[in-house]
């Protein structure tokens, strides 16, 4: 079957996300990003590449720090960008999303940026738009895919590959869109192996995750990883489908100091934010040396530019 | 009497109707407009005539469709955009609203978009302006001035005239300032005869449409239309003024296939949007051949960025 | 003890307060100021002094006055601003407002605008920022420093001076920020004498403005003054604290025609907005041609201008 986010000549033309894309255009992103990056650390100004565009973010939850992130590298491309507000417009009116997206697609929007709370919705979008593309940034518990690149740059800054690499992914995993697309990414770049762990109620059936371990015990899970990525844990979630507080999880599953030195030396500290300081990480670990919470967000930005310029660059 | 909307020079100072506007002066919009449009649409790259200038969008109702409009076609041109929060604004705090322009134009606000649900609040701000050029986005029923523009160049583009057409207008007409709007540029430009459809209550008193047929019987007014424009029915109004249900409204005015072949075989469907569809327009009309509901969405841009240009550019 | 706001090459470092920042420094922002202005109002262009910078305001309180001047002004001087939706934002996820500012300052913004119903929190934020700069746009009743320097450059442009002026101060000066940020200007620049004058209930422990003159009847305070500035008197809180309602309230501290004749004959009238016509000030007042009102809007545009270019560029 034809991947709907690839041209027929292979090139980008939707970024909904990272499974199944081709290894080769991972890193094509990763290394754009990189680049993109160098040149704004060291001049502040950045080409044009989407002078001429207007890249319209769809945002059907809340989320300013990924909405924020992509106006920035939209902005700094010289795009146009429109926050377009769901509360007091005509979807609001009983405009189906399909009418609102051919309308502001016949304003010459050449891109939307769509978070929405159900499973393919940008995939959804993505086929009845004429010319625009759809970047997913975040559909239900299933994709985030530029959350995956941003940690996947992350990742092979600080340890100079993926390859080969132990990743440990802790906690709603069941849930968690971040989780998936980290999973595709690292697995496309080679990771040795990824070790899922979180409360019983909150891991997914291992077929969702092919290829992972599943582990109860995060003490077990961490020797020797290479890499930890702690997830925001959602209390009412957690209260609801576990029965555990927040002081009970953290007991199991929080990243303290004492438990990450279990890991790897060396070992990466990573979370996709916002942090629940002291339920799922501690301070001290998060603040730390060992932690790429605040490049991970820097990255961020750099990655989205990549994709709109793939996307949207003549 | 002097037209408030135009300059002792006859150049254009507010843009509040074209009730009245002389017929040089809206073809020179539409001109101007398809002048930006071509540009646009070779070079992706249009003249920052609007350099400089900052345009506010006031809009005291929701309108995500013409607001973001008014908004790219400002942008694409140069402009900055602020798009004024009323819930926040200090009209909330009990500040009269000439007092927030005063303060707006001390900060060399150039130009204001106004939507509001009374008629006259944008012809009365003008009054209040000192320099800054009102631009009327929808008053009450009254005006809804860059809406009839963007319909006349729509039917111009593709009937290739005005004078001469049967145009056929069906819907809410005694609310709609969409319909009053249409109906001055239409007569302006010189439209051989304008048919008024809808139910008896939601028809308006003859007099308020000088010039026009009022016609309940939709599938008559048809015959032999060049041009339809179907107005958004509001269900609650309907069934409050009406006791006709969607179903009923559809079975009497809906535009339907059938209904359609009634006007000439190159009739023009037209929609303010946003669309009901099954109720006022079925969707094989609304997505059909005939149907130009999305060039209107795409010339709105341009007579706005016409407009905006006329008022504003040095 | 050093000055947080200052750097230690005596360069501004942030913007918190007046209080104890040096003459040498307010006059020169004074003077950027109106350099700024005089090249905005010949050529209506300004050099991009803040090309590539972000500016995000981050405004806990509702205030689309002082939100769009600090917005005019970064994005008139080639800046790109964001506006944090804070109540979509991480913050009401638990998120601690440090790691909000964290987040931001990772995706390079380079200046925080905050307004915050609480004393300190700029100041807070300040200790907390990495790089970026931070403006205060008023914090409870302690700072609102950019509105005192609009005050300044407004008294200046039309008296010729600060030194040796009397000036009145009338409201509620216990909660104003406003009159504590134009105090502390006031007397840094040389006047000759305050005179604060209000409702007892409303009026500040002497020791809160240390050589200010309190004076509880407004017409005594007016014999001969310069300069004239009336507070926005919020109704709820007047009736709670003093049980007098607007009309009695401007019968002791209303600024009316013939009590304006007691001060000096060019006596300036100003008001930091938005008014209550007819309470604190009347309408002939107001818009008469003593009143500066609306060049102080005018100058706050500039003097932002001027303090972010000093914190900001190169």
Redesign the interface.
Known sequence: MHDPQLAADGRLRHLLTLDGLPRARIESLLDDAARLRAQ?RTQ??LPPLL??R?VVNLFFE????TR??F??AA??LGA?V?N??IA???T?????LE??L???E???ADAFVVRHRENDTPALLASHCRQAAILNAGDGNRAHPTQGLLDLLTIRDRKGRIDGLKVVICGDIRHSRVARSDVHGLQALGAAAIHLCGPTALLPAGAAFPGCVIDEDFDVALTDADVIIMLRIQRERLEHATQLDGAAYHARFGLTGQRLARAGHDALVMHP?????GVEIDSSVADGAQSAI??Q??N??FVRMAALAQLLAP
Chains 1, 2, 3 share one sequence.
Request: hydrophobic fraction near 35%; proline fraction near 2%; avoid cysteine.
């Open positions: 704004w502040r100004a002078a001429g207007s809340a989320s300013t720090r924020t992130s106006d920035l902005r700094r146009l429109i377009f507000d007091s417009s005509s609001s009116k009983g405009e189906t009418d609102t051919a309308t502001l016949a304003m010459d934010g916002p942090i629940n300081r605040l490049d967000v820097a961020g930005v």
